[in-house]
């Protein structure tokens, strides 16, 4: 049963560019949580979404930062007109329950804008 | 709102030593998770320990183990008979209870910065 899957693990974007970072949440899993890391500090909740669902974003800035969990597919953390603050790793979380409290995370995307 | 604070930003032992990293947090709730994740350089985030805040036995997991203060709000690791494969990040972490709102936010301290010397 593989793990969280996270890519790319390192990606390197211009500033005015986007950036697109994926997740595939364990097997049987429909919960996924994505949470930022600066260097130095803790992880900052960004967001929780279910299967077609964003369940709260409450953590995400209001602009340029959007984020999916298609039916199909990865859940998408999207990141346009990436500026130099937004360079931090990425990671992303699932869960099997809607309230576990076990979250199993991948390795993270770590983002380098220049 | 919830805050972990972690005033260890980085501790040093022998291998084969014990250590102890603190973790303090500050709640109005009465029922909740604490853990602690290890992060390696590899950067993937591992869960050590978890803690159910209505339990009043320590949580342990082989060679590590928690006190756990509920009054006064600390949670500290112990890593008994450390190696080298100990050498990470050590985050704290807050999480509500399943029955409060928002209950699946993890709320991180900074971190320790732990290292295992041959």
């Known amino acids: 049963n593989a793990g969280v899957m996270q890519n790319p693990r390192h990606l390197v974007r211009r500033r005015g560019q986007e950036a697109r970072l994926r997740c595939s949440p364990m097997?049987?899993?429909?919960?996924v949580y994505w949470y930022r890391q600066l260097p130095e500090e803790g992880l900052k909740f960004m967001v929780y979404?279910?299967?077609?669902?964003?369940?709260?974003e409450s953590g995400m800035p209001k602009e340029r930062f959007s984020a999916e969990f298609p039916k199909e597919g990865p859940s998408i953390l999207r990141i346009q007109q990436v500026v130099r603050g937004d360079s931090a790793a990425y990671f992303c979380?699932?869960?099997?329950?809607?309230?576990?409290?076990?979250?199993?995370f991948g390795s993270g995307t770590q983002l380098s804008v220049l | 709102a919830q805050t972990v604070t972690q005033s260890q930003p980085e501790m040093s032992v022998q291998e084969a030593e014990t250590v102890t990293l603190s973790c303090t947090y500050d709640?109005?709730?009465?029922?909740?998770?604490l853990f602690w994740y290890k992060q390696p350089p590899s950067r993937q985030m591992i869960l050590v320990i978890r803690?159910?805040?209505?339990k009043q036995q320590n949580a342990t997991e082989n060679r590590f183990s928690v006190n756990f203060q509920k009054a006064a709000k600390s949670f500290s690791l112990k890593i008994s008979d450390s190696q080298l494969g100990d050498t990470a990040m050590y985050f704290c972490?807050?999480?509500?209870?399943?029955?409060?709102?928002?209950?699946?936010?993890?709320?991180w301290g900074a971190g320790t910065k732990l290292i295992i010397k041959p």
């Open positions: 097997k049987g899993h429909s919960h």
């Open positions: 803690q159910e805040a209505y």
């Open positions: 979380a699932s869960s099997r329950l809607r309230y576990g409290e076990k979250l199993f």
């Open positions: 972490a807050f999480m509500k209870h399943a029955s409060a709102d928002s209950n699946y936010q993890l709320i």
């Open positions: 979404l279910q299967k077609e669902n964003i369940i709260d």
């Open positions: 709640t109005s709730e009465s029922n909740y998770y």
